[in-house]
């Protein structure tokens, strides 16, 4: 009897232990997806239910109004179609020059590799309001201002990619490079057919990173863009300021905010097992 009391008494503060912590875990996660919220609600509200006191936190009387009129009003439409397509060229221009960068360092001996490769480590710690002025100069002398072409081709080369597919590369053991030799596989068969099926998780991981990085680039489009109908999805953001009657009609913001959230959240959700499998350190791929 003593024993069954015993074991009833481990079996409550087991689950009071557990409870404890899915209550912990759930306002941690409240508290994080708090601003997301906010936005959320304040995207349906008028100017006077978002500026009213105390702070409406229910859903307003404007519905889908704020999207419509951000939508089409303010040719949201075609920024989120120009920052797509931006993010899909400069992703997957980055994915296959560091999967080629990554074989060329792993794979063949040729010279000053190792101080290539610092070097391409290097370029790490120059962001780009560093090199903003020079690229502008660069790409005046090309004729290449208010153009696509600034804002995809300076950015198809990762450093980050190149470090992150050398180092998956060299994870690979010899004797898999051993057994294709003996196939006479060569090395373009041997990247293609053995190489990126083992690698999906790699490419996706960084997949997910480039188009977070391109989708959220706001200072580098301002200066080199001046057309509007060339502009990304975060510069259009911000004519949502200011445009509004009795001042800046900040459930619309709200709206356009996120309206510009859901293409990466979507990539993100799609993608995510490969970014955690990516960048895990267990060996399983």
Not at 223 to 240: A, C, F, R, T
Not at 270 to 275: A, G, K, P, R
Request: glycine share 6%; net charge positive; aromatic share 14%.
């Amino acid at each position: 009897m003593i024993e069954v009391i015993k074991l009833y008494k481990y079996r409550v503060k087991k689950k009071f232990k557990i409870i404890i912590i899915h209550c912990i875990l759930s306002f941690m996660v409240l508290l994080i997806a708090f601003p997301l919220i906010f936005a959320l609600i304040k995207s349906t509200q008028t100017i006077s239910e978002v500026f009213s006191y105390p702070p409406r936190l229910s859903f307003g009387s404007a519905g889908l109004n704020n999207y419509k009129t951000a939508w089409f009003d303010f040719n949201l439409g075609q920024f989120m179609f120009n920052s797509s397509l931006i993010a899909l060229i400069i992703t997957v221009g980055k994915i296959i020059l560091s999967i080629m960068a990554g074989f060329a360092f792993v794979f063949f001996d040729f010279r000053c590799k190792r101080f290539l490769f610092l070097f391409i480590l290097v370029t790490l710690m120059l962001p780009i309001p560093v090199r903003i002025v020079p690229l502008f100069d660069l790409m005046k002398q090309l004729k290449w201002g208010d153009t696509f072409y600034a804002l995809t081709i300076p950015f198809l080369a990762s450093a980050t990619g190149t470090f992150l597919f050398r180092q998956h590369f060299m994870s690979f053991p010899t004797s898999i490079v051993d057994a294709a030799k003996v196939d006479g596989a060569g090395p373009i068969r041997f990247l293609i057919q053995i190489l990126l099926p083992m690698s999906m998780n790699t490419i996706g991981a960084l997949a997910v990173i480039e188009v977070v990085y391109v989708w959220n680039q706001y200072l580098w489009p301002l200066i080199i863009i001046s057309s509007n109908n060339k502009n990304v999805i975060q510069v259009g953001l911000n004519s949502l300021i200011g445009t509004g009657d009795q001042g800046t009609n900040w459930g619309m913001v709200m709206a356009g905010a996120i309206i510009a959230l859901l293409p990466p959240l979507i990539i993100f959700i799609i993608l995510q097992e490969q970014l955690m499998r990516g960048f895990s350190l267990s060996n399983d791929k």
